[in-house]
């Protein structure tokens, strides 16, 4: 039963990582109508930031994270400019082909500037566990760490997008992007602004990662990225209490998977939860249908 | 307006199932609708529809935008599943058919937003439309066995003879998506043909074409009524169009009949105009 | 010249082609022409190079011909190396037969009907999606399958064969061991066999793009309402493309796992599913000339430029995002034309993005 506890504490805090790089893919998703396969690269290139600006030049974890963020909230926009932005009009294969691309330029760069060896990441928290139940039950502050800011970050988008102008501007552009251009809302900077808070996200994301799983490289951000691709498809695309919905779940079962049925198959797992979702409720728990016009 | 019945028009019996009551034969109609109405999320877009159409008779479906007469098309064609009512097509319940299976019991369309293989040539789209008529598989496709080649050469000369009806032969081997505007619409009409249908459904044919192009457009609409003995349904704004070649018209509003009858009864129906013909004028 | 004449000239040129690189292939091996002669190390390419021809070629029929972006075809490709390999060390071991061609073909047949159930198992769920949806699924698939393929064992024991998962330790003689993959196969892949695969690939797909079954998976891919509405069977026909290709991709599995004595799953990562999705970008989606030449080239050329094989994957996808925006983009593809145009004084420009 303590066991079982201490794997739902592990499950809850990997789920709340994929739930915010969950939010960033479903936002991209709802507005720009695209799967940014990139997303998972970016959490990556946020790590290697965070932990350069911590080993390297010996800043405070604070400022490391924030560094992370301003970083590839930059490379997120960039991406956008450069790869995605031309293709706006394009099949949704040439877009998935260039994201994909994306990806593994991403990857490549990662790998020629700090090198195929993993990196042991440090912990940004640094503070004690948390020890419950005489000690049989100990949680770790990362764990603590990690599902405080998810939590904190849906309240801070789910306001942001309900309050706000540019939050609503978000929204109206992924229900139409015509009829909002003729509002006078500027299309491009809205997407672009997707895309920023998707990437800051990410760097985030990456950081939190990889304080509870401490092994930095290249294709570090490949596998959760995909993951929570599935997260946000299991929550329902473009919503985002589902993507926090859709991460958790998908982090629980992962962990309950590996831990109770193999631990060969625990991606044979997350996989099969997907596949599950699109079949049976192809828009997830929390995401609306969409007709298709003829 | 009044040459609408002429020329190379021969008069066809129409059965008394269909929209003009007083004309008689003992054929059964080609369609048959009761109480059909969809719903999405709550918002009945169409709703009571009732409507019979005989075997070969040319049909009118009219109504302001937004009455629901494409949705009607997609419920006939079993592109949309109703939530309510039966379509009956050419005597047989469609109830859970798809789409493709509705086309094999004789029903055909053309698009309001025209939908060709735009990557095929013209030839191969009208191909395409012949497909349930040649009966080939796979294997023998790929083995390139007597019975491949004799049935392609069929079908070249089918789809060609197809495209005569339109005198775009010279145009098979073109990219159907390079085609001009008006011919991608004739296209349409050609392959929908092509697949043998007993009740051919036309979606704005004559949008996007000048008033010359029109009038061929409704030549060629009777012409095929009568070369093929089919019936046609189109949904029109062109009233000149829709008053000349229909025999039966059928008027809808907010996804429900609020008029049937012919082109003189329609004209002198108050509810229509008020509806309708009274918002034409202005614009 | 018609352009049903032109496809037909289109087709016998890429016959042509594979034929010549053959007797070429050929004689440089056989070493009769003086100073005409083969590397040792292109030499070892050869068979695999046939193999990747054919994962290209297939996978150019689901992502061109049929317009459905497949990330999980190294899956395909994966099971039938290990249904190959097995087959080929059971036949070996509990019958001893050693003649090796018919041991390579029967191979390669129960390898591509192994995958062709494994692409109908997958089809029927996938192909109920759309788009990137379908996408994803399919890298799902090719991940579960390398997961599940991690833990089959597989040993030949007398005559029996005997299967176990997640059970290292079966009598007999390993054929397939988990992690380590198919272990102690009999290298009996030839270049010749290899050439016979292309040959037999190409006139499948190309004999299926112009028959009533190709055209009607075009149609779908152009325009699947319309598809529909003049009677497809849009299912059959999606299922039909998606299974050729896993039936192709098994065979060129076999054909490649029987070059080497050992092969690991991790070697069908999603990497390879890449890989092969990168040669067919290169060539042009839908052209089915242009994947042979890419997978031939992007073959050889890291071999010869092992200097540089760090940036191999980073030039790739460089290329990925490159022909996608030149081709797919209004403002880079009529730039593209105009300097096409004063190179060439004016030739024919839009000739890719032909099925995208």
């Known amino acids: 039963m303590i066991q079982f506890l201490s794997y739902l504490c592990n499950g809850i805090s990997l789920g ?37 600006a911590m080993q390297y030049w010996g800043f405070p974890p604070v400022i490391s994270v924030i560094a992370a963020m301003v970083v590839c909230t930059a490379l997120g926009v960039i991406i956008e400019r450069l790869a995605y932005k031309p293709l706006r009009k394009a099949t949704s294969l040439a877009v998935l082909i260039t994201a994909i691309g994306m990806s593994y330029l991403l990857q490549n760069v990662a790998l020629l500037v700090w090198g195929a060896n993993p990196k042991s990441f440090p912990s940004v928290v640094g503070l004690g566990a948390l020890s419950m139940l005489n000690g049989q039950l100990i949680i770790t502050s990362e764990t603590i760490v990690t599902i405080t800011a998810c939590v904190v970050i849906m309240i801070v988008l789910t306001l942001f997008t309900s309050k706000t102008k540019m ?17 006078g809302i500027n299309v491009n900077a809205t997407i672009s602004l997707t895309f920023a808070i998707g990437s800051a996200l990410a760097a985030v994301a990456g950081v939190l990662l990889c304080s509870a799983y401490p092994t930095l490289q290249p294709t570090t951000g490949a596998m959760p990225g995909i993951k929570a691709f599935t997260a946000a498809v299991f929550g329902g695309i473009g919503s985002i209490p589902g993507a926090m919905l859709g991460g958790i779940l998908l982090g629980v079962i992962e962990i309950l998977g590996k831990a109770y049925v193999s631990m060969e198959l625990g991606d044979a797992f997350v996989f099969a939860v997907l596949i599950v979702v699109l079949l049976v409720k192809p828009t997830g728990l929390l995401g609306k249908t969409i007709h298709e016009k003829v | ?29 080609v369609l048959e609708t009761r109480h059909l109405g969809i719903e999405f999320g709550g918002l009945k877009a169409v709703e009571d529809f009732n409507l019979t159409i005989g075997a070969t008779e040319i049909a009118g479906l009219i109504g302001p935008n937004g009455a629901g007469k494409t949705t009607v098309f997609n419920l006939l064609t079993k592109v949309y599943q109703p939530t309510n009512g039966v379509v009956i097509l050419d005597g047989k319940d469609t109830a859970g058919m798809n789409a493709a299976q509705a086309s094999k019991l004789g029903i055909a369309r053309t698009f309001q937003n025209i939908r060709l293989f735009g990557n095929m040539t013209v030839e191969d789209n009208v191909r395409i439309g012949l497909h349930n ?10 083995l390139r066995g007597p019975s491949y080649w004799k049935q392609e050469k069929a079908q070249h000369e089918k789809a060609l003879e197809l495209l005569s009806i339109f005198d775009m032969q010279d145009m098979a081997d073109m990219q159907a998506g390079s085609l001009p505007y008006g011919a991608q619409r004739r296209l349409e009409i050609v392959r929908a043909l092509a697949t043998n249908p007993k009740l051919l459904l036309l979606d704005e044919p004559a949008a996007g074409m000048n008033p010359h192009e029109t009038e061929e457009l409704m030549e060629n609409i009777t012409k095929i009524r009568d070369q093929f003995q089919i019936a046609i349904m189109l949904i029109e704004h062109d009233m000149n169009l829709v008053m000349g070649i229909c025999e039966g018209i059928c008027v809808l509003n907010y996804g429900r009949i609020i008029a049937k009858g012919t082109a003189s009864e329609i004209q002198s129906n108050p509810t229509v105009i008020e509806a309708y013909l009274g918002k034409r004028k202005e614009g | ?13 890429t016959y042509g082609m594979v034929t010549i690189a053959f007797i070429v292939c050929q004689l440089a091996l056989s070493g009769s022409i003086d100073g005409f002669k083969m590397s040792r190390s ?65 191979a390669m047949i129960v390898a591509g009907v192994c995958a062709g159930v494994a692409g109908v198992l997958i089809g029927i769920p996938v192909l109920r999606l759309r788009g990137d949806y379908l996408a994803i699924v399919t890298l799902a698939f090719g991940e579960i399958i390398r997961n599940v393929l991690n833990c089959v064992y597989i040993n030949v024991d007398g005559k029996k064969l005997i299967f176990g998962f997640n059970t290292p330790t079966l009598p007999g003689k390993a054929l397939l061991a988990g992690p380590q993959g198919a272990v102690g196969v009999d290298k009996i892949s030839t270049f010749v066999m290899g050439f016979v695969l292309i040959m037999f690939t190409l006139v499948v797909v190309l004999n299926l793009i112009n028959s009533r079954s190709g055209r009607a998976i075009m149609a779908i891919r ?33 054909l490649y796992g029987l070059n080497y004595s050992t092969v690991a799953a991790s070697k069908f990562k999603f990497d390879t599913s890449i890989l092969v999705l990168v040669f067919v970008v290169l060539g042009g989606i839908g052209n089915i000339r242009g994947s042979i030449i890419a997978a031939t080239l992007l073959t050889i050329l890291p071999e010869m430029l092992r200097a540089f094989s760090n940036y191999r994957m980073l030039v790739y996808a460089v290329v990925l995002i490159v022909v996608m925006l030149t081709t797919n983009s209004p403002f880079l593809a009529g730039k593209l034309a105009t300097v096409k145009g004063i190179l060439k004084g004016r030739k024919n420009t839009g000739k890719e993005g032909d099925a995208v």
Not at chain 1, 29 to 34: E, H, T
Not at chain 2, 4 to 15: D, F, G, I
């Open chain 1, 16 to 52: 709340s990582v994929y739930a915010i790089i969950a939010l960033g893919y479903t936002m991209v998703y709802g507005i720009a109508k695209m799967l940014n396969f990139a997303h998972g690269d970016v959490i990556m290139i946020g790590a290697y930031i965070a932990f350069c």
């Open chain 1, 167 to 183: 939050g609503k501007a978000m929204r109206v552009v992924s229900e139409d992007k015509g009829a909002a251009e003729l509002m």
């Open chain 2, 1 to 29: 307006m009044t040459q609408k019945r002429q020329s190379n028009t021969k008069m066809v019996p129409v059965p008394s199932y269909s929209i003009v009551p007083e004309r008689d034969v003992d054929k059964r109609p």
């Open chain 2, 133 to 142: 008529q040649i009966r080939y598989g796979m294997v023998s496709g790929i």
């Open chain 3, 1 to 13: 010249m018609t352009r049903k004449q032109k496809m037909l000239m289109s087709n016998l040129i």
């Open chain 3, 42 to 106: 292109l030499k070892g390419q050869l068979v695999p190079i046939c193999a990747w021809i054919v994962m290209a070629v297939s996978l150019n029929l689901v992502v061109g011909v049929s317009g459905e972006l497949s990330l999980g075809h190294a899956g395909f490709m994966s099971v039938g190396t290990f249904s190959g390999a097995v087959v080929s060390g059971w036949l070996l071991n509990a019958f001893q037969m050693e003649n090796e061609p018919v041991r390579l073909l029967i």
């Open chain 3, 222 to 254: 152009d325009s699947r309402i319309a598809a529909e509405s003049v009677g497809l069977n849009v299912t059959k026909y999606k299922m039909m493309a998606f299974v050729t290709s896993a039936v192709l991709a098994g065979m060129a599995g076999a």
